[in-house]
C-alpha cells in the first residue's frame, strides 16, 4: 500500500463517520495527501524512512499546526491559523506522520466529557448516546472509530488517560517535561503533558518514541532522551512478568469506583500475576487530597494563562467599532469568547491567587503535591508500578454530569495524582462493563516510562 492509498482510505472512513462521530474539527484533506505523497516520493527515491513513515494521524486542536486552524476547543481562537509548528508537531511531521487533521476538546483542555468544547460534543463510537471522555475525546474517538490509527492528547489532569479508558483505546501520559510543551496551547504549564493515543501499547510507544525527547525551547523539557518505551513494549508483548511488583493503593480500594468498573479492574490484575507479576499493597494517605489540591492549583495556572487571550492577539474581536474603548473591547472579546467553565476556572484561580488568599489556597495547595510526590516515592520503593482502574465510571450518557461541576471533576479522581507528581501514567483496555470499556491504569516513576509500557503490553 502506498501512503497515499492508507490516507485516502482513512480519509473515505472519516466521511463516512464523522456525522456520528464529530471527533474532528477540522480535516486537512489536502494537507493529508501532500504528507502521504511527499512519504511516497521519498520512498521511490531509495530514500530511509522511519516505522511511522506515512502512517496518519489525529492531532488534538490545542496543539499548534502551521497554518492549519488551530483553536483549542474555544470560540475566542476561531479562525486563529497559527504561524508555526509546536515542537510535536515538527518531530511527527520529520517522521513522515501523516497529519488528517484536528481534533475535538473540551475548551481549552478543560473538562472530562468534551462537552464543553465551544463546537459542540463528540460522541462515544461504542454507543452515541454517551460522552468519549475527556478533555481529549476527539482523539481517543477517532481512533476508537478507526479514522485514525494514531492520535495527539495532552494529559493535565487525564485528558489522555480517561479518553482513552471509556473508549477501549490506549493513551500513555509521558513523564512532565519527557514531551515538549512548545506550541501546546497553555493550560496548566505545571501539568501539561502531550502524549499518544492508540489502539495497542506498541503503537502508543513508537509515537511516543518520536515526539518525546529534550527541547530546548521549552524550559521544563527533561535533557535526556526518552527510556526505550518501544522495546519495553515488545518484552511485555512476550507475557512474561516475572519479578514485577504491582503496587495496589489502599486508599484506592473501594473508593468510588463502580461495581462494574471495580470488578473489570480484579480481573485485570488477576491476569498480570498469572504472567508472574507479584501484588504488594502501598498506602498513600495524601492522594484523597489529589483532587482538591488540582482543582486549585490548574485554575490558578489557567487564569494567568488565559490572560493573553485580550481580543488583540489572537482570534475573535468583539466590540471593535470604533464605539469601544480598547478595555471595553477586551471585556467584550472575553465575555464572548469563553464558554461557562472556561469563566468559572478563571474566576477560581483569579481568586485563589489574589493577595491575602494565596497562603491559604495556592501554598496550601503546593504543599500537598509535596506530600502526593512523597507517598509516590515511598511507595516505589516496594513496588515498581502502581496500579488502579483509569476512572471510576464508564462513559456516562451526554448531558448527564453538566449540570454539576464536582460530579464532572470526580472522573479524574485517580489519574490525578500521577500529574501532580509528574510520573508517566497509562490507560490500557481491561475488559467491559455492561458493554461498555473500562482502563487499568499503571503508573511508574518519573522518567521510568518504558516500566508501564512493559506492564501495559503484557495485558494485551
Ligand atoms: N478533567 C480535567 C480538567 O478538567 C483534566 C483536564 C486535562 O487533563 N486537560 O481539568
Redesign the pocket.
Known sequence: LSAVEVATAHLDRIDAVEGKVHAFLHVDRDGALKAAKDVDDARAKGETTGPLAGVPIAVKDVITTKGVPTTAGSKILEGWRPPYDATIMTRMREAGLVMLGKTNM?EF????STEYSAYGPTYNPWDTTRIPG???GGSAAAVAAYEAPLAIG???????R?PAAVTGTVGAKPTYGGTSRYGLVA??SS??TPGPCARTVEDAALLHAIIGGHDPRDSTSIPQPVPDVVAAARLGATGDLSGVRLGLVKEFAGDGAEPGVAAAYRESVDALVKLGAEVVEVSCPSFKFALPA??LI?PSECSSNLARFDGVRFGLRSGDDGKHSLEEVMQLTREEGFGA?VKR?IILGTYALSAGYYDAYYGQAQKVRTLISRDFAQAFEKADVLVAPTTPFVAFPLGSRTSDPYQ??L??LY??PS?LYGGPAISVPAGLSEGLPVGLQIMAPTMADDRMYRVAAALE
Open positions: 473540551d483542555a478543560m473538562g472530562s475527556g478533555s481529549g495532552t494529559d493535565t489532569g487525564g485528558s489522555i480517561q493550560f496548566s501539568l501539561d488540582y482543582y490548574a467553565e476556572r464532572m471533576y472522573a479524574d489519574t490525578i500529574n
